[in-house]
């Protein structure tokens, strides 16, 4: 375990299904992350929270929704997705947005969601 | 904006053969450079990183990497692969404008017994 724990491992929802994936750490870090990896693409980043407020958003359709009710848990909540959203998403935490890089600088990440939209 | 180019998207080689992955970014400035590694089901995990000094980083496994500030490069190198090693081994740099990373699309290495 990383100390970044994520669940489910997998799903499989239908278009019109809404599910949530969780995200939970208990490193003390202040930074949390959603990413997106599809295959053949760079690891997609897709909403950053600090201190349990959403600092980014880079341009992720309204379908996926994050929610960070405190600084230990990550959410993100799906409703109608579309095939092309299959992948796997990983959450990912930090110990501050603008650590100093002398300090423990680098991602903390869950082993993903296998996400299969059909 | 930063962006990370990893050129090799497949390497496939035997055991105890030698390995270098190649890895360039955009940005001119002061960077901080990360390899990050996952293996097969398993959770990606940081292999090594260079914030300033010796430009030669070793990290965990028996990988380094060697930052090259002309030529905007930090390869990845091990000396004797094993088939353990097998994995997808990602880039990362981050942009010194938002303080996130910038992950490069991944090298999906095979090492063959």
């Known amino acids: 375990e990383t100390g970044v724990t994520q669940t489910p491992r997998h799903l499989v929802m239908g278009m019109t299904n809404k599910k949530s994936l969780k995200c939970e750490q208990h490193l003390g870090h202040n930074a949390m992350y959603w990413y997106k990896q599809s295959a053949k693409k760079p690891l997609e980043l897709m909403f950053v929270?600090?201190?349990?407020?959403?600092?980014e958003n880079n341009s992720v359709p309204s379908r996926f929704s994050p929610e960070c009710p405190n600084s230990s848990h990550l959410f993100l909540h799906l409703h109608t997705l579309q095939p092309e959203d299959s992948a796997l998403y990983l959450c990912?935490?930090?110990?501050?947005?603008?650590?100093?890089?002398?300090?423990?600088?680098?991602?903390?990440f869950g082993s993903g969601t296998r996400l299969t939209v059909v | 904006a930063q962006s990370v180019s990893q050129h090799n998207h497949h390497v496939i080689l035997s055991e105890a053969a030698s390995l270098e992955l190649g890895c360039n970014y955009s940005y001119g400035g002061t960077v901080n450079l990360f390899w990050y590694v996952q293996y097969p089901g398993q959770h990606l995990q940081l292999l090594l990183k260079y914030f300033s000094g010796d430009p030669l980083v070793k990290g965990i496994k028996g990988f380094e990497a060697e930052f090259i500030k002309s030529k905007f490069s930090f390869n990845l190198r091990k000396p004797s692969v094993q088939w353990s090693d097998t994995a997808e081994y990602f880039c990362?740099?981050?942009?010194?404008?938002?303080?996130?990373?910038?992950f490069g699309t991944g090298t999906r290495l095979q090492v063959f017994p």
């Open positions: 990912a935490s930090s110990q501050d947005l603008t650590s100093r890089p002398e300090e423990n600088y680098g991602y903390t």
């Open positions: 929270y600090s201190l349990e407020e959403r600092v």
């Open positions: 990362a740099v981050n942009d010194p404008d938002t303080d996130k990373l910038i």
